[in-house]
């Protein structure tokens, strides 16, 4: 191997994939605002299908640029990275959105809350009581903090999936 010649690197990886996938998340943010389908348990699994390509994809690059092995600790910490750089730009713009773009994202949230606990037969008393404690959860910082944490935990726990498929452990360093 040439010296001038660079092997494919968790962290370079990991930062190409992650705004990818950051780019995707926001795409499907504004997919799910912009037609009122915030919230929509449907749309947040299919949230799921790009992370599981985007990881393969990563595991795929990370592979075929450098010496053809990946170890599982190194796919579950490309996942882990992806999902921390793409969590951090799209709760970054989710907050944005929220907080100055539209204000009355939230309420909407609230709106279908309403809704979906009526559905479910609670009394007007005990939906009054569930939207007091919910209140101080329904800011855009909380859902900065929130969809940080929540896309690094469920990325991580999507990576340790798609590792295990995607792993090629070199028998060379086994013992």
Do not use: C, R
Not at 13 to 33: M, Q
Not at 59 to 71: A, L, Q
Not at 110 to 136: F, P, R, T, V
Not at 157 to 175: G, M, R
Request: charged share 15%; hydrophobic share 50%.
């Amino acid at each position: 191997m040439e010296n001038n010649e660079q092997l494919t690197t968790v962290k370079s990886v990991s930062i190409k994939w992650g705004l990818i996938l950051g780019i995707v998340s926001i795409a499907l943010f504004l997919i799910s605002a912009v037609s009122g389908l915030q919230g929509n348990t449907a749309m947040q699994w299919i949230g799921y299908i790009p992370t599981i390509i985007v990881f393969y994809l990563a595991h795929k690059e990370f592979k075929d640029g450098g010496d053809g092995f990946m170890s599982y600790g190194q796919g579950l910490g490309i996942g882990t990275l992806i999902a921390t750089i793409s969590g951090a730009l799209s709760s970054v713009f989710a907050y944005s959105y929220i907080k100055f773009i539209d204000s009355s994202f939230m309420d909407t949230i609230k709106e279908q809350q309403i809704e979906s606990m009526m559905d479910n037969g609670m009394s007007d008393a005990e939906i009054e009581q569930a939207l007091e404690m919910s209140e101080a959860f329904m800011t855009p910082e909380f859902i900065l903090i929130m969809g940080l944490l929540a896309s690094v935990f469920f990325g991580f726990l999507i990576s340790l999936v798609v590792s295990a498929f995607t792993k090629n452990n070199n028998p060379a360093l086994e013992v």
